[in-house]
């Protein structure tokens, strides 16, 4: 205290607040009493009281103001301590709802997980499991095998590779096969995906000298031919998943490249970013190329992520011609960028929903959202729309608006699937409050704001959320 009296600017009230402000060993004689805390564990109690009082100090000789002195009474501070310890005793890491429409989000966890994805996790992890165990021969086996047999099955490759994600898998192909050795990308395809993913970033990392040909919208095959050199290492292609070039362009497709390859003896590399296994075409207007054309087509390395257009685990595929395959096995960073047991587990399950395409798109949660017919989406609405008109309130407004969702994920950027949403409006309450309040709700509830109408996709949303998201907006109708 005699050191803060010294300070200039203080004045009698600021002095009188500190004064006032209890001591760590009071308030935690009180909350000691308190049942509410009674089973909180003694270093988060401490640290709480602390950080409150911490703030209250603050806030009195920051603001330069005096603070309410309802803020500085004994039940007031226990309630600060209470809300934050109540926020470190749940879980950070929750379920949310996806009221965004957009089927691939990377911020709300990409892919749900089939069911079969599911219980082959749950088998896994609690018990022992032959991870790493050849049961044939009762010596150590290879991790990677699982997935690896089932992955050439449904893309024709001839070996595959596992690792943490996609940008992982490009990291250590570029590392394996083009380290000190220039790789030669079109100027259009440097691209950055969400999360400061560069491809010039990550070729650095790896030792890969970048050789950029052509210009933004237009490259050659004369661009890549008059770039090879002695030093050239790599042919690199990259998907441009998360925007499109449109107008005056140019790019050399793949089938281009790899005949270019084959005359120089130069490997040839496709990113594919989200890579699907399925022809969507068949199902929605989406159109993506698909991995098995990649492999079709000659390309020496595919890679592609887990987890976005595939609907399964967060993960990196590397799929190949044997020979490279079997030098990025031997590579050292293959073992630091090693997926664990969930992910194999929750990976061969999905792949192997894939041998019936039919059943895949039903049961692979990104495929059945994204392929979902309109009525079915339109369905959600209506009930959602009957349940809030239950609510019977006249401040709220609720209507039914025909809208688009996107697939993201960085993939598929110029596709807009139709849906439907509901808009919600609630008078004398701003949508930016509902937006926030929908938001802090439990379980949140995502959506967007459209000219100044709180919009919820109801593509992502599941049938048995509806009643949560109606819950949800009886609490704003509370709070307004
Ligand atoms: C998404 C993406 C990546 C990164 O994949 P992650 O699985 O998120 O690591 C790399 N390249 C392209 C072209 C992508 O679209």
Redesign the pocket.
């Known amino acids: 205290m005699t050191d803060l009296n010294k300070k200039p600017g203080i004045n009698a009230v600021q002095q009188e607040q500190l004064k006032q402000l209890p001591g760590v060993d009071h308030i935690l004689e009180i909350a000691d009493n308190d049942p509410a805390l009674k089973d909180t564990p003694r270093n988060l109690l401490t640290n709480s009281v602390r950080q409150v009082l911490d703030r209250l100090r603050n806030t009195i000789l920051e603001k330069n103001q005096s603070i309410h002195e309802n803020d500085l009474t004994d039940m007031d501070i226990l309630k600060k301590i209470k809300r934050i310890v109540k926020s470190a005793m749940s879980l950070n890491l929750t379920r949310t709802i996806n009221a965004t429409g957009i089927v691939v989000h990377?911020n709300l966890g990409r892919s749900l997980l089939a069911k079969e994805a599911l219980e082959h996790i749950l088998m896994i992890s609690g018990r022992y499991s032959n991870l790493e165990y050849n049961l044939a021969t009762g010596k150590r086996g290879l991790r990677y095998t699982a997935v690896e047999d089932i992955i050439c099955e449904l893309t024709g490759a001839e070996a595959a590779m596992i690792v943490n994600?996609?940008?992982?898998a490009?990291l250590l192909c570029l590392d394996t096969i083009a380290r000190h050795r220039e790789t030669i990308v079109s100027r259009g395809e440097l691209?950055e995906?969400g999360?400061s993913?560069r491809?010039p970033d990550v070729m650095e990392k790896s030792g890969a000298i970048l050789k950029e040909v052509g210009t933004t919208n237009r490259t050659h095959l004369n661009d890549y031919k008059r770039a090879i050199n002695d030093h050239t290492g790599l042919l690199l292609k990259?998907?441009?998943?998360?925007y499109g070039i449109i107008g005056f362009t140019s790019a050399v497709s793949l089938k281009e490249l790899v005949e270019l390859g084959r005359q120089h003896h130069l490997p040839v590399m496709e990113?594919?970013?989200?890579g699907t296994l399925i022809n969507f075409s068949k199902y929605s207007p989406l159109k993506e190329p698909t991995v098995q054309d990649s492999v079709n087509t000659g390309a020496d390395i595919v890679t592609f992520?887990?987890?976005?257009l595939l609907g399964g685990p967060?993960?990196?595929i590397i799929l190949g011609n044997r020979d490279i395959i079997e030098k990025i096995r031997q590579n050292p960073l293959t073992r630091a960028l090693r997926i664990d047991k969930l992910t194999l587990a929750a990976l061969e399950s999905t792949l192997r929903l894939y041998r019936d395409e039919e059943k895949a798109v039903n049961a692979i949660p990104t495929l059945y959202l994204l392929t979902c017919p309109i009525e079915t989406i339109e369905n959600k609405a209506i009930k959602l729309k009957e349940m809030l008109d239950q609510l019977n309130d006249q401040r709220l407004s609720v209507t039914l608006i025909d809208s688009t969702s996107k697939a993201g994920?960085?993939?598929l950027p110029l596709s807009e699937l139709p849906t439907k949403c509901i808009g919600i409006r609630i008078s004398e309450m701003s949508t930016s409050v509902i937006e926030k309040t929908m938001r802090k709700n439990d379980p949140p509830v995502i959506g967007r704001i459209e000219d100044d109408i709180f919009l919820m996709d109801m593509r992502t949303v599941a049938e048995d959320e509806l009643t949560e998201i109606a819950n949800a907006i009886r609490t704003c109708l509370k709070g307004s």
Do not use: C, E, P, R
């Open positions: 990377t994600n996609n940008a992982a490009v691209v995906i999360g993913f491809i990259v998907h441009t998943s998360n990113d594919l970013g989200s992520s887990g987890d976005k967060q993960a990196g994920g960085g993939s």
